[in-house]
């Protein structure tokens, strides 16, 4: 799947602005953002909840626009906005046939009872995990190649989030889908996801490929003489935290070049630290004030 310019105005206000991404077969991408950054807007305009603004979404090339059967190679279910409530297992099965000619009824019905989901109870009755699944079962059962997934792993207890991951692994793996994923639990997404697309205010601010990502940033703790931290490190990486003596500091290119210069100003401690996704994700996405804030856990005047 290729997205092309994408934008969404609502009510004269730039949602989404221009944002260019791809999605490749047997890929699992993390959509990743604060609150209100524009991830739900871009989900609902791929799967023509919404009407673009500007922009082109293209399957195998087709301008899935003007070929609207390929809409049945996308899987969303809106969270705020959904038809399940009242529903069963079974009459889901039945209007998902008709969304999804290759919807898969028997492996549906099979795996609702695998995972002892209520077979004759309306989705409504249904405990959040228990939604949960049924929902990553249904995306699966589609056949859709492009499932995309707004927080599916938020409020599930850590036996059923097993369960879920366990099957989304599976079948990408296996049947090469491709998964698109919000979450806001980075830890969580740092283990399931090849890339990581980073919005901010409406726009794709970064598009990594996270082992590549991971082997070139360098995350370092360095103390230096009389605490005075070289113009050469604050020029060259994003402070991640200041506490007492000890600055985290993270370099997206840390040349040879580099280490000498800052080897001159005789560091007391420069040691490299292992990167995490939400180490990489707040240099995107925090400004620097909100960058000790969060460190800090305290307030702006401390
Ligand atoms: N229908 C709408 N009418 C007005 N504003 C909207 C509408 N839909 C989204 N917005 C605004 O667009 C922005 C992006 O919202 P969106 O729900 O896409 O963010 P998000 O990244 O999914 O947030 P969260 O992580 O909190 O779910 C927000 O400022 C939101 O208020």
Redesign the pocket.
């Known amino acids: 799947m290729k997205v092309e310019h994408l934008s969404k105005e609502?009510?004269q206000r730039l949602?989404i602005d221009d944002v260019n991404f791809e999605l490749k077969k047997g890929e699992i991408v993390g959509l990743i953002?604060?609150?209100?950054?524009?991830?739900?807007?871009?989900f609902r305009l791929i799967a023509n909840h919404y009407n673009k603004t500007k922009g082109h979404i293209f399957i195998n090339e087709e301008n899935i626009d003007r070929h609207r059967e390929l809409y049945s190679q996308i899987f969303y279910i809106d969270s705020q906005y959904h038809s399940l409530s009242g529903m069963t297992p079974k009459t889901i099965a039945k209007q998902y046939q008709e969304l999804y000619p290759s919807f898969d009824t028997h492996r549906f019905l099979g795996l609702v009872d695998a995972y002892q989901l209520p077979i004759n109870k309306s989705y409504r009755t249904y405990s959040k995990g228990m939604q949960g699944l049924l929902l990553i079962i249904l995306a699966i059962c589609t056949n859709a190649t492009y499932i995309l997934l707004d927080e599916p792993l938020d409020g599930l207890d850590f036996y059923v989030k097993k369960q879920a991951l366990q099957l989304m692994l599976e079948e990408v793996a296996e049947a090469k889908k491709t998964l698109l994923i919000?979450s806001?639990n980075l830890l969580e997404l740092e283990y399931i996801i090849d890339r990581a697309l980073i919005?901010k205010k409406?726009r794709l601010v970064k598009n990594y490929q996270l082992n590549e990502v991971k082997e070139s940033i360098k995350k370092i703790q360095m103390i230096f003489p009389n605490n005075e931290l070289p113009r050469l490190v604050t020029e060259n990486a994003t402070i991640l935290e200041s506490r007492g003596k000890v600055t985290v500091a993270l370099f997206h290119q840390l040349s040879p070049e580099l280490i000498t210069e800052i080897s001159s100003h005789e560091p007391i401690l420069f040691e490299e630290l292992p990167v995490s996704l939400e180490d990489v994700v707040a240099s995107q996405v925090l400004d620097d004030t909100e960058l000790v804030i969060a460190k800090k856990g305290g307030n702006a005047d401390e």
């Open positions: 609502i009510e949602i953002g604060r609150n209100g950054e524009g991830k739900t807007t871009i919000s806001h919005i409406g």
